[in-house]
């Protein structure tokens, strides 16, 4: 990408029909530039017969950056994790549209949501290996109309916590087999809710869309698997069982499904593999959980680097300044290392604030997501290993009933929608740079350049 073509003067001579409208409307020297630079796309395109739609294609990864059709990805996404238990009643499964309707009206891309609910109400496995069908067809349902609006899903395989089932519930249906269980972290030792573990793996990567006929393991909409939510082994601080587990999980998803992305759900903590980066932890707890960020993410089968942000809950409830200073550390910290250890990328797979911490404004919250935007477009006008990262999480009207205090609902939201929408705005337009032909290029000043900054829209 480092010989481009820089535009001719008949491109730059077009422009004038645009410069006089530009004046006529009264419209920015900024905004010249941008409509200058979409018009010259759209001659180019209209010129070359290119006007088809691009084909729905899979995410992958060259070095520490995605792509799609050979061109990168940067990704401005969220999370809303119960869009397959509304999906299986008619009642709510509009709800399921509606917020992949919202989210794809600010720009946002990527969705993580559950591909899981364990021996629970509305349960997609009811116990191993046994299946509801109904639920499965709601799973069918998400992929579905996320394929519609053009938003790719991140799918994660089972919990962590006991929401939705969990490691806890794999524990008691080994227990209910009469195996002799001590804690919930023998999920990741016992060989028994290990085949559990995969049987359930191999259900739904194999699984056939009773909707589009395709499977699961076949689906471009599908961006990644993500083998567990936030797991932690407290059990074993030194890392050891954890990192035993993850290495035979990612090779055994890449061995069914060779295609997608893998990651692993990790919050981030630093663990005892580099001491040098525990300063960075919100806390000495953090290095306690059995995790440990560089070590787990150089698995064989591991794809690109996952983490979260919650200085709300990880160092104080109380707002504070302290919480943007940790936020700025902490990403830079995980894209350093994505980029000069790792050599991969990473995303922010969860971050938000709780409406329900003392000193809670909408002011903080979108401080806190600018913080959050700006990092990650720092590293991404370099062309860095910042691939993206998914809000905590996006709600429709009507489902405040499961809001846990960090919902956004962009309706009631002016503000945060309008910053989600710039930041969704900007990646678009820097991976549309080298996807229109590089005729500015990624690596160079150009007309845009100054848009990737601009505040006021």
């Given at each position: 990408m480092e010989n481009h073509i820089k535009p001719d003067r008949n491109h730059t001579e077009m422009r004038s029909p645009t410069t006089q409208k530009c004046k006529a409307w009264g419209i920015s020297s900024l905004w010249k530039k941008i409509l200058h630079f979409l018009l010259g796309h759209v001659l180019r395109i209209y010129h070359h017969g290119e006007m088809e739609e691009e084909a729905w294609s899979r995410v992958q990864k060259n070095g520490n950056q995605f792509i799609v059709n050979g061109q990168p990805f940067y990704f401005n996404g969220f999370n809303t994790y119960w869009l397959m238990v509304f999906a299986v009643d008619r009642s709510t499964r509009g709800k399921v549209t509606e917020v992949f309707k919202q989210a794809s009206a600010v720009g946002l891309t990527v969705c993580r949501t559950w591909a899981f609910n364990d021996g629970q109400w509305r349960a997609l496995q009811k116990t191993p290996s046994v299946y509801d069908e109904e639920v499965f067809k709601a799973l069918d349902f998400v992929l579905s109309e996320a394929e519609k609006y053009k938003i790719r899903l991140i799918l994660s395989l089972v919990n962590n916590w006991e929401a939705y089932g969990g490691k806890s519930q794999y524990v008691k249906w080994g227990k209910d087999a009469g195996l002799n269980l001590t804690s919930d972290d023998d999920f990741f030792s016992h060989p028994t809710l290990r085949s559990y573990y995969k049987a359930h793996v191999k259900t739904v990567l194999n699984r056939v869309n009773t909707l589009t006929n395709i499977t699961y393991?076949?689906?471009?909409?599908?961006?990644?698997?993500?083998?567990?939510?936030?797991?932690?082994?407290?059990?074993?601080?030194?890392?050891?069982?954890?990192?035993?587990?993850?290495?035979?999980?990612?090779?055994?998803?890449?061995?069914?499904?060779?295609?997608?992305?893998?990651?692993?759900?990790?919050?981030?903590?630093?663990?005892?593999?580099?001491?040098?980066?525990?300063?960075?932890?919100?806390?000495?707890?953090?290095?306690?959980?059995?995790?440990?960020?560089?070590?787990?993410?150089?698995?064989?089968?591991?794809?690109?680097?996952?983490?979260?942000?919650?200085?709300?809950?990880?160092?104080?409830?109380?707002?504070?300044?302290?919480?943007?200073?940790?936020?700025?550390?902490?990403?830079?910290?995980?894209?350093?290392?994505?980029?000069?250890?790792?050599?991969?990328?990473?995303?922010?797979?969860?971050?938000?604030?709780?409406?329900?911490?003392?000193?809670?404004?909408?002011?903080?919250?979108?401080?806190?997501?600018?913080?959050?935007?700006?990092?990650?477009?720092?590293?991404?006008?370099?062309?860095?290993?910042?691939?993206?990262?998914?809000?905590?999480?996006?709600?429709?009207?009507?489902?405040?009933?499961?809001?846990?205090?960090?919902?956004?609902?962009?309706?009631?939201?002016?503000?945060?929608?309008?910053?989600?929408?710039?930041?969704?705005?900007?990646?678009?337009?820097?991976?549309?740079?080298?996807?229109?032909?590089?005729?500015?290029?990624?690596?160079?000043?150009?007309?845009?350049?100054?848009?990737?900054?601009?505040?006021?829209?």
């Amino acid at each position: 990408m480092e010989n481009h073509i820089k535009p001719d003067r008949n491109h730059t001579e077009m422009r004038s029909p645009t410069t006089q409208k530009c004046k006529a409307w009264g419209i920015s020297s900024l905004w010249k530039k941008i409509l200058h630079f979409l018009l010259g796309h759209v001659l180019r395109i209209y010129h070359h017969g290119e006007m088809e739609e691009e084909a729905w294609s899979r995410v992958q990864k060259n070095g520490n950056q995605f792509i799609v059709n050979g061109q990168p990805f940067y990704f401005n996404g969220f999370n809303t994790y119960w869009l397959m238990v509304f999906a299986v009643d008619r009642s709510t499964r509009g709800k399921v549209t509606e917020v992949f309707k919202q989210a794809s009206a600010v720009g946002l891309t990527v969705c993580r949501t559950w591909a899981f609910n364990d021996g629970q109400w509305r349960a997609l496995q009811k116990t191993p290996s046994v299946y509801d069908e109904e639920v499965f067809k709601a799973l069918d349902f998400v992929l579905s109309e996320a394929e519609k609006y053009k938003i790719r899903l991140i799918l994660s395989l089972v919990n962590n916590w006991e929401a939705y089932g969990g490691k806890s519930q794999y524990v008691k249906w080994g227990k209910d087999a009469g195996l002799n269980l001590t804690s919930d972290d023998d999920f990741f030792s016992h060989p028994t809710l290990r085949s559990y573990y995969k049987a359930h793996v191999k259900t739904v990567l194999n699984r056939v869309n009773t909707l589009t006929n395709i499977t699961y393991k076949d689906d471009p909409t599908i961006f990644a698997w993500e083998l567990m939510n936030e797991p932690r082994c407290e059990s074993d601080p030194s890392g050891n069982k954890l990192q035993a587990w993850i290495e035979e999980m990612a090779v055994y998803v890449k061995s069914i499904d060779p295609k997608h992305l893998v990651e692993i759900g990790l919050e981030g903590f630093y663990g005892p593999s580099t001491p040098n980066r525990i300063q960075f932890n919100p806390s000495t707890y953090a290095q306690q959980v059995g995790t440990d960020f560089i070590r787990n993410h150089q698995v064989l089968g591991v794809d690109f680097a996952s983490v979260h942000i919650y200085p709300d809950s990880w160092i104080s409830q109380t707002i504070s300044d302290a919480h943007i200073d940790f936020t700025k550390s902490w990403i830079q910290s995980h894209i350093d290392d994505a980029e000069n250890f790792l050599g991969m990328p990473v995303v922010f797979t969860e971050f938000g604030v709780s409406t329900k911490d003392p000193g809670y404004n909408t002011t903080y919250r979108d401080t806190l997501m600018s913080t959050v935007y700006k990092m990650l477009l720092n590293s991404t006008r370099k062309g860095g290993g910042g691939g993206g990262c998914l809000l905590w999480q996006l709600f429709p009207e009507g489902t405040d009933y499961m809001d846990d205090g960090y919902a956004v609902i962009l309706s009631k939201s002016p503000s945060t929608s309008n910053i989600i929408s710039l930041q969704s705005t900007r990646l678009t337009t820097f991976n549309s740079l080298c996807s229109w032909r590089c005729h500015w290029g990624c690596k160079k000043k150009h007309a845009l350049d100054t848009f990737l900054y601009h505040d006021e829209l």
